[in-house]
């Protein structure tokens, strides 16, 4: 569920796996506002996911992740709304990116029959109330600090953002 700040509306929202290629397509590279290089997610063999709002070709969030089966969880490697969705933008067109991208990943773990559980290692800004908020627990110390999602989260996850299931584009 992302909501525009403009209106205040709830916005249907799809998924689409991604191909490197369509990462030109889009116009995901570092000199368009992007923090992450996620050309290095492919070579590094993680599934990288688009969020789009229906009716809107314009990628308004990535998330790249890969099944652990030996952990039995999702792995989370990286996770970027688009430039504009940015919370710190001054005009942040849609809010809810992440939270809904993490739901994704809970979703795509309930379906690996991995009972929700993701893991991820915090890159960039550190900001360890906002994964908490969600339900977020420390697994170890650290730089990076590393988190997992719980079933009982990741379940309020998908629940609170994708409730109407996850459809595909």
């Given amino acids: ?26 116009r995901v590279a570092k000199k368009n506002g992007w923090l992450f290089d996620w050309r290095k997610a492919f070579i590094e063999a993680f599934n990288v996911y688009g969020i789009f709002v229906i009716g809107d070709p314009q990628v308004q969030g990535l998330i790249a992740l890969a099944p652990n089966a030996q952990n039995q969880l999702v792995d989370v490697d990286l996770i970027e709304a688009a430039p504009q969705n940015k919370w ?16 994704f990943a809970a979703f795509l ?22 994964y908490t908020s969600l339900g977020a627990v420390r ?26 299931g996850v459809r595909w584009c």
């Fill in 139 to 164: 697994a170890r110390g650290g730089i990076p600090p590393y988190y997992f999602f719980p079933t009982s989260a990741s379940y309020e996850l998908v629940e609170t953002y994708l409730s109407g």
């Fill in 88 to 103: 710190k933008h001054h005009s942040q067109v849609y809010a809810g990116i992440g939270k809904t991208l993490i739901a």
């Fill in 109 to 130: 773990s309930f379906k690996q029959s991995y009972e929700g559980y993701i893991g991820l290692a915090i890159k960039t800004n550190y900001n360890e109330e906002y």
């Fill in 1 to 26: 569920m992302i909501k525009e700040n403009l209106t205040g509306k709830t916005k249907d929202i799809c998924f689409r796996s991604l191909r490197r290629k369509d990462l030109q397509d889009l």
